[in-house]
């Protein structure tokens, strides 16, 4: 492990994807993520990887489905209205059961909406990337270390699913910078895949990349198989941070930028005598069950913190399955919710005094 050093959010998820292996980039420039183009048009061509510019969304994410096809590390990355262009694509490379990683800086929506920090793209990444039966495997960092930690993570799950994941970044992480420590560089190749489109040289059956199926029965087949996938990773791939849960008569769910600014409040809350926690999801689908489930028992009340208008709310619910009230606190449109106005929530929450 290298030193620290101090990096702005996308260029050190962009460092990471190459130390990561990955040596393939398809994108197209827009705020607030495009740092992570600009800093790979510059440093990708020097480890002998692949960086292309394309003239659409929609180009790119086509790029990435035949990059990954070869069995190779492919990425792109873009911000909220782009994510949407490249849903088709992502579709089809979920239906061609080919990993690949996906950056979503969000910004705020719905449209072009503006520049800010947001987390109005919970649904989009875990109910509706593109149309069909399927999931993506979503994390949610909330540290510059985490987004370069998350990349080699969501590489490696995705391979051992045939899934494609994202990070579900926003503009606040995106911008900012931290210390972060970078991983050695990983030597990850296409030969390590059997699955590969790489040519089969009369030495075994050909592989074939394809999400068109004309048989019902076959593409219900398919669909049941890839389930029955979801389901193993719903049982090993859920992840979440508890913290301060253990005797919490409040408990805050928050993921992201927003955990951040709810730790701040859960700690003022203690300092106040106030009996207050936190469980932040970090795999946003899987969604962490099990972690919300942990905490019905001693929990009074629950508040869900989002950048949005309700999004991930539903989940905490469905979680919670009615035994507990689960609350909602949330700004949008780019705006930050502050420690103060989290504490606010909490202290009526607790029949304190606001």
């Known amino acids: 492990m290298s030193e620290k050093v101090l990096m702005k959010g996308n260029e050190a998820l962009a460092e990471a994807a190459l130390s990561a292996g990955c040596r393939h980039f398809f994108g197209y420039p ?22 292309l510019q394309a003239e659409s969304e929609v180009s790119a994410i086509n790029m990435v489905l035949g990059a990954a096809a070869t069995g190779h590390r492919a990425m792109t990355s873009s911000s909220s209205p782009g994510i949407s262009l490249k849903s088709e694509g992502v579709s089809y490379i979920a239906g061609s059961d080919l990993p690949a990683l996906i950056i979503n800086v ?10 800010q920090p947001s987390q109005s793209d919970y649904w989009q990444a875990t109910k509706a990337l593109g149309h069909g039966d399927f999931q993506l495997y979503v994390l949610a960092p909330s540290t510059i270390q985490e987004m370069v930690d998350f990349v080699p993570l969501a590489f490696e799950v995705g391979e051992k699913y045939r899934v494609p994941s994202m990070i579900l970044s926003d503009g606040m992480l995106g911008q900012m910078m931290e210390p972060v420590t970078l991983p050695d560089s990983d030597s990850a190749t296409a030969s390590d895949k059997p699955w590969a489109v790489t040519g089969h040289k009369n030495q075994r059956q050909r592989n074939i990349a394809n999400s068109l199926y004309i048989s019902t029965t076959e593409l219900e087949r398919l669909n049941i198989e890839r389930f029955q ?8 791939e859920q992840r979440a941070e508890s913290y301060l849960t253990e005797d919490a008569d409040v408990t805050v769910v928050a993921f992201g930028a927003s955990s951040r600014v709810v730790r701040s409040a859960v700690n003022a809350a203690r300092a106040q005598g106030i009996k207050a926690g936190m469980i932040r999801p970090i795999t946003l689908w899987p969604f962490p069950v099990d972690a919300i489930q942990k905490t019905i028992e001693t929990t009074k009340e629950y508040l869900c913190v989002e950048m949005n208008m309700g999004q991930m ?28 106005e989290v504490l606010e929530q909490i202290k009526t929450l607790a029949g304190k005094e606001a």
């Open 30 to 51: 827009i705020t607030p993520q495009t740092e992570i183009s600009a800093y790979l048009a510059k440093r990708m061509p020097k480890v002998g990887g692949v960086f």
């Open 106 to 115: 969000q910004r705020g929506g719905p449209g072009l909406g503006g520049i």
């Open 229 to 236: 996938r979801y389901d193993e990773m719903k049982k090993h």
């Open 313 to 340: 709310v539903d989940d905490v619910r469905l979680a919670v399955e009615g035994k507990r009230r689960v609350c909602f606190y949330g700004r949008t449109g780019g705006v930050i919710p502050t420690p103060a």
